[in-house]
């Protein structure tokens, strides 16, 4: 069974970065899947974030690309979200998840994470 | 980018009635050498994450009750409850995965009536 875990702190400043890590169980993040991060802001909609390959390719929202970089960690099965300069508007459930029928980027998620509420707050 | 629209935001259904939810992409996702539509659609409970029902737009997933039907092509889409349980109240949202950035609709709330 594919077990997604997100971790991370739960509070963060603003202007500073946050980091979250997903751990993948039940399965290698260095098959051939694609790993991801979405979120939502509170009372909002779902927002795609970032996709990485098994390979390491990266795709970015165009919205977030200059702050935001996904990482692949094949030793730890592990994948991880920075996010630099955040803001309030930055404060959102995070979720990771896994990718099928990737092609050039393009993913749904057949796997999600319980997902992790980050605040930015002083 | 792609935008997807959802309609309606919202709706309120009576136990066992049918409930329709719309979805259209600003561009058609379908495929054509495949006959393939990049759509997928999602149902989203309060402290569950979202749940995947449908990919290739018509394609149930593993486990989906046979009460749910996705259909539509190239621009338009819907999401059919055809004998709404209480079990079913969620937001759902479609998604498209043609390309990135990868972009969901508003969501549409589905409630008892």
């Known amino acids: 069974q594919l077990l997604l875990q997100e971790s991370g702190p739960r509070l963060v400043k603003p202007s500073e970065t946050l980091s979250l890590t997903c751990t993948v169980s039940?399965?290698?993040?260095?098959?051939?899947?694609?790993w991801v991060w979405l979120r939502q802001p509170p009372r909002k909609g779902l927002e795609w974030i970032a996709s990485i390959s098994h390979s390491g390719d990266t795709y970015y929202s165009p919205s977030l690309k200059s702050r935001v970089a996904i990482l692949l960690d094949a030793s730890k099965n592990q994948f991880s979200l920075i996010l630099t300069s955040v803001t309030a508007a930055d404060t959102a459930v995070f979720y990771c998840?896994?990718?099928?029928?990737?092609?050039?980027?393009?993913?749904?998620?057949?796997?999600w994470g319980q997902g992790t509420l980050v605040t930015v707050s002083s | 980018d792609i935008v997807m629209t959802q309609s309606p935001d919202s709706l309120a259904v009576s136990l066992g009635e049918r409930a329709t939810i719309n979805c259209r992409s600003s561009q058609s996702v379908l495929f054509r050498s495949t006959n393939k539509n990049y759509l997928a659609w999602y149902q989203h409970k309060p402290g569950q994450p979202p749940k995947v029902l449908f990919y290739w737009a018509s394609t149930r997933e593993s486990g989906v009750p046979d009460r749910f039907i996705g259909s539509g092509s190239g621009t338009d889409f819907t999401l059919t409850i055809t004998s709404l349980q209480a079990e079913d109240v969620a937001v759902y949202y479609c998604?498209?995965?043609?390309?990135?950035?990868?972009?969901f609709g508003g969501g549409t709330k589905v409630e008892i009536k």
């Open positions: 039940g399965d290698s993040v260095s098959r051939g899947y694609y």
């Open positions: 998604q498209q995965y043609w390309s990135p950035p990868l972009t």
């Open positions: 998840a896994r990718g099928r029928y990737c092609s050039g980027g393009g993913c749904y998620f057949d796997n």
